[in-house]
Each structure stands twice: as structure tokens, then as C-alpha cells.
């Protein structure tokens, strides 16, 4: 983690709602090429204060061009999209872990239209099964 992560995640666990637009701040300079410690940084401190005007934004950082979709739904799907390195692969996995994790903090501060339910919906079927279990163990323990 960056001394910014640090930063950011220490104003989630602090609990208080002014933070609250240094955090959107960040998540909304953020892509899918940027580093993935900095998306694991806000989904975290997000889902950590639980504010509901986080929602949008986080949903709208799921929607930028290769934020999601990074479920592996079956075998041959991974193989005719050409995952390199396989399901496993370091890249392929960061990208889903990116997802999911925002995914979670989107939908446990209330979703928007209810695109963390979807994709943590989608997580439960993924063939990796620790993904699949985190996706489904979140969306049993419900919104905060």
C-alpha cells in the first residue's frame, strides 16, 4: 500500500462522514489502469463509513471501460476469451479481486441500481470457488 492507501483506509476506519469527499475524490480519478492497491484503498474505505453518497460514484467507476466482467463463469468461456496464464493468472486475478471488491463496498453502501448486487450475484458462480464463496457470503450478510 501507498502512504496514500494508508491514508485513505485510516479515514474509513475513523468512522466520520467528513472524509467522505477526499474518498470520492480519489475513486472518481480512478481506471482500470491505475494501480489496484488504490482501488482495494476506496472500495475499503467506502464500504468502511457505509455512506450512501458513495454509491454512485463507486457504481460509475465499476462502469468505466475495463472495470468489469472479469467473472469466470465456465472453462470455455476463459478459453475463448483468451485468459493469459489461465483463470489463476496473476492479472486476471487482480482484476476480478478489483471488482469484487468494489462490488462489495457499492452494494454495502446501499448499491445503485443495484448494480453490486449483479455482479456480486455474478461472483457466486464463478469457478474460482473462494471468489464464489466471498460473493455469496456477502450478499447473505445483507447491506449495512
Do not use: W
Not at 476506519?13 to 472524509?19: E, F, P, W
Not at 454512485?56 to 471501460?65: H, S, T, V
Amino acid at each position: 500500500l501507498s502512504e496514500l492507501d494508508v491514508l485513505l483506509i485510516a479515514l474509513g476506519h475513523a468512522g466520520n462522514s467528513k472524509a467522505l469527499p477526499v474518498i470520492l475524490e480519489k475513486i472518481e480519478s480512478l481506471n482500470a489502469g491505475l494501480a489496484f492497491s488504490h482501488h482495494r484503498a476506496v472500495g475499503l474505505a467506502a464500504e468502511l463509513l457505509g455512506d450512501p453518497s458513495a454509491a454512485r460514484p463507486l457504481a460509475e467507476l465499476l462502469q468505466k471501460d475495463g472495470m468489469s466482467g472479469n467473472v469466470h463463469k465456465d472453462i470455455q468461456t476463459a478459453i475463448e476469451e483468451g485468459v493469459p496464464g489461465g483463470t489463476n493468472a496473476e492479472e486476471t486475478r487482480r482484476e476480478s479481486l478489483r471488482e469484487l471488491m468494489l462490488a462489495r463496498a457499492l452494494y454495502r453502501c446501499g448499491d445503485h441500481e443495484g448494480l453490486g448486487e449483479k455482479i456480486l450475484t455474478e461472483y457466486t458462480h464463478d469457478l474460482r470457488g473462494h471468489l464464489a464463496r466471498h460473493a455469496r457470503a456477502v450478499l447473505e450478510e445483507g447491506k449495512n
